[in-house]
Nanobody, 126 residues
Framework: QVQMTESGGGTVQAGDSLRLSCTFP????????LGWFRQAPGKEREFVAA?????GNSYYADSVQGRFTVSRDSALYLQMNSLKPEDTAVYYC??????????????????????WGKGTLVSVSS
């Protein structure tokens, strides 16, 4: 059974940085698009960032562009800088076989995704 496990969440102040990690022992997901979604209290789950391969093809939500960086090697990462209170949410890593590109992950229905982690909480105070 494939497991994706997030870590690195916590409580920080506005302007601080955090680095989230997502591990998936025994899998490489080399032909998958990997990404991050988040869900704030009382809101729907939303796309944050995605990456295909280890080099270039990445895509970001407008709300995090320029502040967040997604990367991957044997794990998936999300470097979050200049955090804002509106970034407060549970962050989930996700793997998608059917996604043709990182941009696709932002546009397809969530039930197209193959695997989801259980999430890690990020709380940003003002």
């Amino acid at each position: 059974q494939v497991q994706m496990t997030e870590s690195g969440g916590g409580t920080v102040q506005a302007g601080d940085s955090l680095r989230l990690s997502c591990t998936f022992p025994g899998r490489t997901f080399s032909n998958y698009v990997l990404g991050w979604f988040r869900q704030a209290p009382g809101k729907e789950r939303e796309f944050v960032a995605a990456i295909r391969g280890t080099g270039g093809n990445s895509y970001y939500a407008d709300s995090v562009q320029g502040r967040f960086t997604v990367s991957r090697d044997s794990a998936l990462y999300l470097q979050m800088n200049s955090l804002k209170p509106e970034d407060t949410a549970v962050y989930y890593c996700v793997a998608c076989w059917k996604c043709a590109s990182a941009r696709t992950m932002a546009r397809v229905e969530h039930d197209v995704m193959d695997y989801w982690g259980k999430g890690t909480l990020v709380s940003v105070s003002s």
